[in-house]
């Protein structure tokens, strides 16, 4: 899976317009942003993946496109 | 994993008991605006929890619970050898809740009484250790008491966990029987997820909660050293990289497959947790119980009071073979195939504080 594809999958858990998102977001600007959609974050980098996120780096996530590389790259 | 398998031991009651006051979440406005607790219940699939009131404890619970199975069993209390109690939320730090509940239950001085301390895990390794005691002891009954009153460890204000727990405990009767089909355990443990649900303070690493004063800034609603402290996404982690492979595991061990089982007894964490679980471990949806909305999250009594609450009709029609998994703090697992024969009893009965049971 590319990064857009799923940031397009990021931007459906977060229920927010496609395309209203980009890897530059701040995503302190994004208010859907909470901590039952870190849950939801892990469990769709789960589904896609198989793969595990540790918590401790999703903190640090600043951009919404860290958490994309994090999700692809992890 | 450990692997046991227990054989001439038969489920003959399972009582839950929740304390009679009902919080319900849609009104916690004090927490979180409206619009946002409507999305909470609907994503944790919570509404309302039972919550224990002031003085009111675990043991209270499970005592009623426990007289009333004994009576509608038609068990005198002399006839119990075996009483265990499993719980992180005891009445006193010493002695054991369990040797409270002998006196108060009127059981026999010849009861071996103890304490098991874990939570959600709690139920799968009361029965283990239950089932196995009572097939080296002389005689044939034991009682097997469950249950957390979690919220009375909660910092009012944080909203990581107030929504989620609920109060209850339960009661398990369990008699030896040469015709009672195989039991099927999977237990397990791994200690260095300890830090991510836990109560610091108040015991013997930390008496005084000097050093949980790093986590209770944190920020969460005030959380002090003797308030329960959950990191979710941790305890999210965990529950992906264990249970699929637990509920395999028990299901391979007791030479059973997913269609042979009548019913998957989880512990209640929160629906979207066990939606994605059961989803993750291709478990068939209609088949699994589901008891968050009125109780929400009861600790080491989930998996107890869900059976009671209910399998009671299933129970009156026939036998239900159930897949039980507990798992959390700790971390702890522990998963079982128990068949519950028909005519199994079930019950859950709401206590009022204040009316401390005592035998007759």
């Known amino acids: ?74 | 994993m450990a692997i046991a398998r227990v054989s001439g031991i038969n489920v003959a009651g399972i009582y839950g008991a929740v304390p009679t006051q009902v919080v319900e979440n849609a009104s916690m406005t004090s927490l979180a605006p409206p619009e946002e607790l409507k999305k909470l219940v609907k994503s944790i699939g919570i509404e309302r929890r039972h919550v224990v009131q002031e003085g009111q404890c675990t043991s209270d619970l499970a005592a009623d619970a426990a007289q009333a199975l004994l009576a509608d069993l038609g068990w005198p209390a002399d006839s119990i050898d075996l009483l265990i109690f499993v719980s992180q939320t005891g009445d006193y730090q010493l002695p054991a809740t369990a040797c409270l509940l002998q006196d108060r239950l009127g059981l026999p001085k010849s009861c071996a009484s103890f304490d098991i301390g874990l939570g959600c895990s709690g139920y799968v390794y009361g029965l283990w250790v239950a089932c196995n005691l009572l097939r080296s002891l002389a005689g044939s009954r034991a009682l097997l008491l469950v249950g957390d009153t979690s919220t009375s460890i909660l910092a009012p204000a944080d909203r990581t966990v107030q929504f989620l727990f609920g109060d209850a405990a339960s009661a398990t009767a369990i008699e030896r029987k040469a015709d009672a089909e195989d039991m099927t355990f999977v237990l397990g443990t791994d200690g260095s997820g300890a830090k991510h649900l836990i109560v610091p303070g108040g015991a013997g690493r930390d008496r005084r909660g000097a050093t949980a004063d790093e986590q209770a800034s944190r920020g969460d609603g005030g959380r002090g050293p003797r308030d329960l402290f959950m990191d979710g996404p941790q305890v999210f982690n965990f529950t992906l990289r264990e249970v699929p492979a637990l509920v395999n595991s028990v299901i391979q061990e007791a030479g059973l497959n997913m269609e042979s089982i009548d019913k998957f007894v989880f512990h209640q964490a929160n629906e979207y947790l066990l939606d994605y679980l059961s989803r993750r471990a291709k478990l068939p949806a209609d088949r699994m119980v589901k008891i968050l909305r009125n109780y929400g999250n009861t600790s080491s009594a989930s998996i107890p009071l869900a059976i009671a609450d209910a399998l009671g009709p299933d129970l009156e029609a026939g036998s239900v073979r159930t897949l039980l998994a507990g798992f959390g703090v700790g971390w702890s697992w522990g998963s079982a195939v128990v068949n519950l024969a028909e005519g199994t009893l079930t019950r859950v009965l709401e206590v009022a504080p204040g009316a401390l049971t005592r035998a007759a």
């Open chain 1, 1 to 74: 899976m590319t990064r857009d594809e799923f940031l397009k999958k990021f931007e459906e858990l977060l229920e927010v317009p496609a395309g209203s998102l980009t890897y530059e977001t701040e995503l302190e600007q994004v208010s859907s942003w909470d901590s039952l959609n870190v849950i939801g974050y892990i469990a769709l980098v789960d589904e896609t993946f198989r793969r595990e996120v540790d918590p401790e780096k999703i903190a640090e996530c600043r951009k919404v496109g860290n958490l994309i590389d994090l999700a692809v790259s992890a």
